[in-house]
């Protein structure tokens, strides 16, 4: 709680906020009441949203078990046999989706393709992206790894 005491008129300063999300998944709306001593305005109303996840994808998880029977059958089995827009709808959007745990497709495009190339072949470090390339234990093959390049970054 900020006050008077602490913050001059004009002052910026921090103001923590915790939100229960126990039992609620998905987009998450909450309205902020900050009370001031402005005679004019004595409180201000700020909006914050939120994604939260689900208990499973909170954590980080192995290659090999985002490729496995539980998590495969979202990640890896809906694409199969599918390239380039039929592959990415059915497997890359679950997470690269807008206001998903990773980059959307726009933000991946503004990427250098060889970066690119390289996070779908390798996954990217300190992120829940795995390597989806079969040496790297995934699905993809090159050949399906460029058609999604294709997409993400049409020439």
């Known amino acids: 709680m900020a006050s008077s005491s602490r913050l001059k008129p004009g002052e ?12 609620k ?9 900050v009370h001031t ?3 004019k305005k004595s409180f201000i109303t700020l909006s914050v949203t939120m994604y939260v996840k689900d ?3 909170m954590e ?10 539980r998590c495969g059958v979202c990640h890896v089995e809906n694409g199969r046999g599918k390239k380039k827009l039929a592959l990415f709808s059915a497997d890359c ?17 503004r990427k250098p393709e060889e970066y690119i190339r390289k996070a779908i072949r390798s996954g990217v ?10 040496n ?13 390049i294709r997409v993400i970054k049409p020439q």
Request: aromatic share 2%.
């Open 12 to 23: 910026k300063g921090m103001i923590n906020v915790s939100v229960d999300i126990k039992g």
């Open 25 to 33: 998944l998905g987009r998450v709306s909450k309205i902020i009441q």
């Open 37 to 39: 001593n402005d005679l």
């Open 55 to 57: 208990m499973i994808h």
């Open 60 to 69: 980080k998880h192995a290659a090999d078990e985002i490729f496995g029977e």
């Open 93 to 109: 959007i679950i997470c690269h989706d807008n206001g998903k745990s990773a980059s959307s497709i726009l933000e991946m495009g």
């Open 125 to 134: 470090i300190n992120t829940s992206m795995p390597g989806f390339h079969i």
């Open 136 to 148: 790297n234990g995934g699905p993809l093959s090159d050949d399906d790894i460029e058609s999604l």
